[in-house]
């Protein structure tokens, strides 16, 4: 039982960074009918944000970590979201009227760029980070073995659970989120009837990648490596998450980053780590099966 519940701490903390990569895909993909592939780089590039942002204030002596998290949280929620508006502007604004095709090509490429791109500014070592957050709390313990909630976990999750509510709002009560809605039923409607269309969707890449990078400062303050292929894997894995839940659906891209994540810690906790990959992506395909639209998703209706 200690053990269960160690590997349920595990997998919710690790499907909090795959839930907050999914949102992105999805809300991209709910207004523009498009897979945003290079969205696994943004999130990349907010933990190398992260890191130097940690490295710079290391070296001006600021050590007090509340306010080293919040610069850095800061620092990389401005910065990034840059990128992922020029992603917008240079790589998807121009093909928005071209088939799905040459935009998903686009958005391989724009991803084998900013790899490329940072490999070369950055260097392809791995960058290394001390815990930044240590300690957690005792929850219960049988023989040799204790059940951890550590202060890290306790950050993550609250600082997720703060960043749905808040994003929540926005889609709710806010005149981006109405205008969000507007495009996503029906994008030259909205344009009719007076929706800055262009405006709505670029906003829309900039808050995707800002819910990106906090994941990224996450992963990177969790696992405490980061290199410029990271962004990879993450990227796929959230993607199925979306999928896993719903494409287009935001609720839905959380609720698959949190199963991806327990899926993952289970399977390595109770069979072989080399096949959790395999395991995540084998529910993908039987929860496709028997539901295609994902645990959350509808299914399209076709205009006539």
Not at 152 to 169: K, N, P
Not at 266 to 274: I, L, M, P, Q
Request: glycine letters at 10%.
């Amino acid at each position: 039982m200690e053990y269960f519940v160690q590997q349920l701490i595990n997998g919710l903390t690790l499907g909090a960074i795959y839930g907050l990569i999914a949102i992105g895909y999805t809300m991209v993909y709910g207004i523009i009918g498009m897979i945003n592939f290079a969205h696994g780089e943004i999130f990349m590039i907010g933990a190398f944000y992260a890191i130097i942002t940690f490295l710079s204030l290391g070296i001006t002596g600021l050590t007090w970590v509340p306010l080293a998290l919040v610069l850095a949280l800061l620092f990389t929620m401005i910065l990034t979201p840059v990128y992922g508006w020029t992603l917008e502007r240079v790589a998807y604004r121009p093909l928005r009227g071209s088939p799905r095709l040459a935009a998903l090509i686009t958005a391989i490429g724009m991803s084998i760029f900013l790899q490329n791109y940072v490999q070369l500014l950055q260097g392809a070592r791995v960058k290394p980070l001390q815990p930044v957050i240590r300690g957690g709390f005792e929850i219960m313990r049988e023989g040799d073995f204790t059940v951890i909630l550590s202060y890290l976990q306790i950050f993550i999750m609250v600082l997720t659970v703060v960043l749905m509510a808040v994003f929540t709002l926005v889609i709710t009560r806010t005149a981006l989120g109405r205008a969000q809605r507007a495009c996503e039923q029906d994008l030259r409607m909205a344009s009719l009837l007076g929706v800055n269309v262009d405006r709505t969707i670029a906003l829309t890449f900039v808050t995707g990648a800002t819910l990106a990078s906090v994941a990224g400062l996450i992963f990177l303050i969790n696992y405490g490596v980061i290199d410029f292929f990271i962004g990879f894997l993450a990227g796929i894995k959230a993607f199925t998450a979306a999928v896993l839940g719903g494409i287009g659906s935001l609720p839905g891209a959380m609720l698959g980053g949190v199963l991806i994540g327990l899926i993952e810690a289970f399977w390595s906790a109770y069979f072989t780590v080399e096949y959790k990959d395999v395991a995540a992506f084998s529910i993908l395909v039987l929860v496709l099966i028997f539901r295609p639209t994902g645990l959350l998703g509808k299914p399209d209706i076709e205009k006539v």
